[in-house]
């Protein structure tokens, strides 16, 4: 299992571990967007920006070289330790085909608050609680809304990603694999691959 850690500049860490799940507890709330949207740390004065460091660690110099089960970007457990001691976790997931809007809903042990989609702009997103989410300077309640869903754990549950998508308590599908294959009436096969006259559908 990779893991990189970064003590920042600002007297925080930023630590992120290769692994494809991450478990939350009965009663949690969480946010389901693009972390490019609310996770960042600025001091202007000093030049820190948390997403520069962020990203600096998914896409090191050596990127092309490493394989993909060390490739950080695809997907990965992030973890925050704030300069003044409080944490900040997530789990992000790269798309399947990069930017745009995905259909976001609850799974096997969630229910939906808020939402029903997710924005994606830095081709990737993430699973975090809301009230870490909601330290960050830049979040705004779009997030809750517009760009992202909110779910509540109604019993304890685990969300797991792949490269592509979100599963388990929470389902977001960005290769298309969700969908049901349209067949024919007639042959029974695809649709895209049966000879079988179109005015017979």
């Known amino acids: 299992m990779k893991i990189e850690t970064r003590a920042l500049k600002n007297g925080g860490t930023l630590t992120m571990v290769k692994t494809d799940s991450m478990r939350f507890k009965k009663g949690d709330v969480v946010l389901v967007t693009d972390p490019c949207y609310w996770f960042d740390d600025?001091?202007?004065?000093?030049?820190?920006?948390?997403?520069?460091?962020?990203?600096?660690?998914?896409?090191?110099?050596?990127?092309?070289?490493?394989?993909?089960?060390?490739?950080?970007?695809?997907?990965?457990?992030?973890?925050?330790?704030?300069?003044?001691g409080d944490e900040t976790?997530?789990?992000?997931?790269?798309?399947?085909?990069?930017?745009g809007g995905y259909i976001c809903e609850w799974g096997d042990s969630t229910k939906?608050?808020?939402?029903?989609?997710?924005?994606?702009?830095?081709?990737?997103?993430?699973?975090?609680?809301?009230?870490?989410?909601?330290?960050?300077?830049?979040?705004?309640?779009?997030?809750?809304?517009?760009?992202?869903?909110?779910?509540?754990?109604?019993?304890?549950?685990?969300?797991?990603?792949?490269?592509?998508?979100?599963?388990?308590a929470i389902e977001c599908y960005t290769d298309g694999s969700d969908e049901e294959e349209e067949l024919c009436y007639d042959c029974g096969e695809s649709l895209d691959w049966c000879d079988c006259d179109e005015d017979d559908w």
């Not at 998914?58 to 003044?84: A, G, Q, R, W």
């Not at 976790?89 to 930017?99: I, M, Q, W």
């Open 42 to 84: 600025e001091d202007k004065e000093s030049g820190f920006d948390l997403w520069h460091e962020f990203c600096d660690m998914m896409f090191p110099d050596n990127y092309s070289e490493l394989s993909y089960d060390e490739k950080l970007y695809t997907y990965c457990f992030v973890k925050y330790v704030h300069p003044n």
């Open 89 to 99: 976790e997530f789990l992000f997931t790269s798309t399947a085909y990069g930017d």
């Open 112 to 168: 939906g608050i808020s939402g029903g989609n997710v924005s994606v702009d830095a081709g990737c997103f993430a699973v975090v609680l809301l009230s870490s989410a909601k330290r960050f300077e830049k979040f705004d309640n779009n997030l809750q809304t517009v760009h992202g869903s909110v779910f509540e754990f109604y019993k304890d549950g685990v969300v797991r990603v792949d490269g592509a998508n979100m599963t388990g």
